[in-house]
Nanobody, 119 residues
């Protein structure tokens, strides 16, 4: 099993930036990729960024390109999501997740961190 714990959320003003962290522990050798998702009130969960743990390759949906940057620190088993130019529509619970190479879906999930953007 892989345990994931997010941190770095909070209240931020529109136009600001934020860096979220995701600390992984346990059987981290199982991690093939880490992803960040978010879920706003009344909306479905959406994928915002992913990173291949081994080589750092990144991928984003079109909706997230430009303002979201995912990175990782392999030595410390920590992933990051940096968000620029925050706006109230970015208010959501942000989750990190990890998946094994053999699985198409994300297997392991953190509990999430709340991001609230005030106008």
């Amino acid at each position: 099993q892989v345990q994931l714990v997010e941190s770095g959320g909070g209240l931020v003003q529109a136009g600001g930036s934020l860096r979220l962290s995701c600390a992984a522990s346990g059987r981290t050798f199982l991690m093939y990729a880490m992803g960040w998702f978010r879920q706003a009130p009344g909306k479905e969960r959406e994928f915002v960024a992913g990173i291949i743990w081994r080589d750092g390759g990144t991928y984003y949906p079109d909706s997230a390109k430009g303002r979201f940057t995912i990175s990782r620190d392999k030595a410390n088993n920590t992933g990051y999501l940096h968000i620029n130019s925050l706006n109230p529509e970015d208010t959501a619970v942000y989750y990190c997740a990890a998946k094994r190479e053999t699985d198409p879906l994300y297997d392991y999930w953190g509990r999430g961190t709340q991001v609230t953007v005030s106008s």
